[in-house]
């Protein structure tokens, strides 16, 4: 049926061009001239023509019918109607669903993605100091996730837990950077109180204060499908709070309370962070550094213990235990963090220029500060230590520097 359709309109201009030369010989072989010897053989042309002319019209119209036939098919097809490819069949989809609609939600269907785990892995190590383990593991649930062309649920719901400091707000920030997606970072102590919070997320109902505009979340997620949700410091939001979000990562979906549009979260990635029962969850990180399974199984526990909920719980994908900073981690991040406090400054620091000395004395700065001592209480140390010294340097025009302990104090040098 196509075949014949393609050839039709192949020839459809050969069709007005045969219809054409019928008219000229009709009119020619009435009134044209016959005196001389071309016009005499241009007339028996037009004699021939003429005399074949109603083949010639009757191929001509079955072109046109054809062609018609041809447009009313496509028509029909493309609409969903009963005709499909092979003879006048209806098609068991449009019998018993809607194909239309269905080939859309098919076409809608996230695709598959395919990342080089390792190194997603390593550009996360570069960045987040003393948890490999933990990088690597977030960069192979990433590439699995990502490789599955069909989901019906978020691309992951993770849950970083650990001591304060230790990178997980940060490590959030880096996946996002890594794989070019918007992050939605949202500070979860903001919504403590149920109604208050809910509404400030996923928007107020028809004839509440605030109900003509989206909610944060939901703004956020329709204008960026495959954003970082990043849930700061969860264990701070109101209970509510968290059952709210049940939907969003069981369903593949979150509901606009002001409209009651529903909000796909199949492209999306939600990260929570909590600091609750840190010493529990250091200690289960050690117990089952080997057990994956065990440790999952003790870690759900005891959040669970800690106040959340087993709806809540069951739903998240992977818990993955950050350790505490210790030896040359420290060291690690508090030459990242000079650096980037002398960056600042508008200013350069030369290659080995960080005195093995100044680094000393902020770890053990850092350990006085005891257990409950956070990266955060490492970048205040460095700045009380080094700001002067660097205000100093930059209004003595130097452009890259070095930093040396005299004992006491930390002084920027330029460059040798």
Sequence with gaps: MRWLLTTANKWMPVAFLLMAGV???????????????????????????????????????????????????????????????????????????????????????????????????????????????????????????????????????????????TGKTYLAKCLSAQLQRKLLHFDMTQFSSGGHGASQLFGSSKGYVGSDTYGKLTAGLRDAPEAVVLLDEIEKAHPDIHKNFLTAWNDGFVTEASDGKQISTTNAIFIMTTNAATDAMQALSVTYANNPDELRRSSTNVLKEAGFAAEVLNRIDRIFNFKALSGLDIARVTALEIEAMIKNYELDVSTGGIDPDVLIDMMRRHDRLGKGASSRDLARSIEESISDSLIDAKQKGYTKVALYSDGNNVIAKPEK
Excluded at 76 to 81: A, F, I, P, T
Excluded at 91 to 118: G, Q, Y
Excluded at 119 to 134: H, N, P, T, Y
Excluded at 150 to 165: D, E, S, T, Y
């Design 23 to 165: 008219a000229i010989a009709q009119f020619w072989s009435q009134h044209g001239p016959n005196g001389s010897d071309m016009g005499t053989y241009f007339h028996n042309v037009v004699v021939f023509l003429h005399a074949y002319g109603w083949i010639t019209l009757g191929l001509a119209i079955l072109a046109w019918a054809i062609a018609f036939l041809g447009y009313f098919y496509e028509r029909e097809r493309s609409s969903g109607g009963k005709f499909e490819g092979r003879g006048w069949m209806m098609d068991i989809l449009d019998r018993l669903s809607n194909r239309r609609i269905l080939e859309e939600k098919l076409a809608s269907e996230p695709s598959a993605i395919f990342i080089d785990a390792e190194q997603l892995a390593q550009e996360l190590k570069s960045k987040v100091i003393g948890q490999d383990a933990v990088c690597d593991d977030m960069a192979a649930q990433i590439r699995r996730r990502l490789a599955l062309k069909q989901r019906g649920k978020p691309i992951g719901v993770f849950m970083l837990a650990g001591p304060p400091g």
